[in-house]
């Protein structure tokens, strides 16, 4: 069985546990990968196999005949052998199932290149303390001191810690637990080493079985019955038919209206003359009536203002 996969780095992210506590994680895609190769043992004197992921664009032709050996479409960019107990299951160009390999509880390493740092000093590279800040030492406060012995033995010891370049080193951290995989993203509790979209190689060494999962919020769905609804009143058929009906009576009646207004019209026409005749008649009394009313007002205005007239004189006497 295979024990170790390729992955590329997505980042990092955070989440919380079913018991609230909050934890670092580490996002990687492991979809994608193939048997590139099967190595064995009367061929190469071991059981191993080549796994291969990601797509180069350009690739040279030994790359790309070793890919379409293994018939496959494109050349991976990334190639890793993985040893495995039973070569026999496994064949050559198909596509890795990361889910029958690991699962949420797992232990696993994951082993990448370390971000290039540029040169750096020893503070920062070996993280030495520093020289003393006092008695003089105006410009010793990060160097490295003194770097060994006189004569005996005259040189500089291999290995000695010393300022130089830091950083894209082949790295490994251990014991990391595995929180979920779904849809070829895989979830892993802490960080591991490199720069994002940089590959690296996850192998699993054992199981945590105290694993605690991711917490999930439990959405409700609720579910609707199937009601039956009963149609209630006359059907949009039946519907138009009663307005039909109904503006046919309407018609009807406007007619049998109309008819009897124009036989009423033809009776009452005499009776109509006859009283525009007695209004004509009677019209001249009326004014005649008006007329002596407006002499009756104006001949008392003028006894009012000759009493005013008599009153003013009698005050002035």
């Known amino acids: ?158 290995g000695k810690r010393m300022a130089g370049h830091m950083g894209v080193d082949q790295k490994t951290v251990k014991n990391l637990e595995v929180i979920d995989l779904t849809d070829g993203i895989l979830l892993v509790k802490g960080l591991v080493p490199g720069h994002i979209s940089s590959m690296v190689t996850i192998t699993k060494r054992g199981v945590n079985k105290k694993a605690m999962g991711l917490y999930k919020e439990v959405v409700e769905e609720e579910i609707l019955e199937d009601v039956k609804v009963e149609e209630v009143g006359p059907s949009v058929e039946e519907q138009e038919e009663m307005r039909k009906e109904t503006e046919e009576k309407a018609d009807a009646v406007e007619k049998a209206e109309a008819a009897a207004a124009q036989v009423a019209n033809q009776v009452d026409k005499p009776v109509v003359e006859e009283t525009v005749a007695k209004e004509a008649v009677s019209e001249p009394a009326e004014v005649v009536a008006e007329a002596v009313a407006e002499a009756e007002v104006a001949a008392a205005h003028e006894e009012v203002a000759t009493e005013v007239k008599e009153t003013e004189k009698e005050e002035k006497v």
């Open 1 to 158: 069985m295979i024990q170790t996969v390729l992955g590329k780095k997505l980042g990092q992210t955070q989440g919380f546990l079913e018991d609230g506590r909050r934890i670092p994680m580490t996002r990687i895609d492991v979809s994608g990968i193939v048997v590139t190769q099967i190595k064995t043992k009367d061929h190469e004197g071991y059981d191993a196999i080549q796994l291969g992921y990601g797509m180069t664009k350009k690739a040279d032709k030994p790359t790309n005949g070793h890919s379409k050996k293994a018939g496959l479409t494109s050349t991976p960019r990334f190639f890793k052998e993985s040893k495995v107990d039973k070569i026999e299951e496994v064949e050559l160009g198909s596509t890795v199932n990361v889910e029958e390999i690991l699962g949420a509880g797992d232990i696993v390493d994951v082993s990448g290149t370390s971000k290039g740092k540029g040169y750096a000093g020893v503070v920062k590279r070996h993280h030495f303390k520093g020289g003393p800040k006092t008695h003089g030492q105006s410009d010793r406060h990060r160097a490295p001191g003194s770097i060994g012995q006189s004569t005996t033995p005259g040189r500089v010891y291999k």
